[in-house]
């Protein structure tokens, strides 16, 4: 058996880390489509972990509205709708 290969990179580099949001017990049942609206606005690698204070439960976000977590913009919209302590994002 033979493998070819253009580029060899360390597992390493691809673990972006993870982003965590929380969804707080006030908001109404609008926040998560204005919420996937902007994870898929700024789409990228890092998984996003959502917890629903008001259910008590975390959750996994779908593959598609992960997100790219070095882009500032994203940060600050998300910390703009949620809240500057309801988004942690953890290497």
């Known amino acids: 058996p033979k493998i070819i290969v253009e580029s060899i990179s360390s597992l390493n580099s691809y673990n ?3 982003m965590y949001l ?3 017990s006030e908001r109404d049942s609008s926040t998560f489509s204005k919420l996937k609206d902007i994870l898929i606005k700024y789409s990228g690698e890092v998984p996003v972990y959502v917890y629903m204070e008001k259910d008590n439960k975390t959750v996994v976000a779908d593959r ?3 997100i790219n977590s070095e882009d500032k913009n994203a940060l ?3 910390k703009g709708f949620l809240g500057k302590n309801a988004v942690v994002i953890k290497k």
């Open 22 to 24: 929380k969804i707080s």
């Open 64 to 66: 598609s509205l992960w």
């Open 76 to 78: 600050d919209e998300l």
């Open 16 to 18: 972006k880390g993870k």
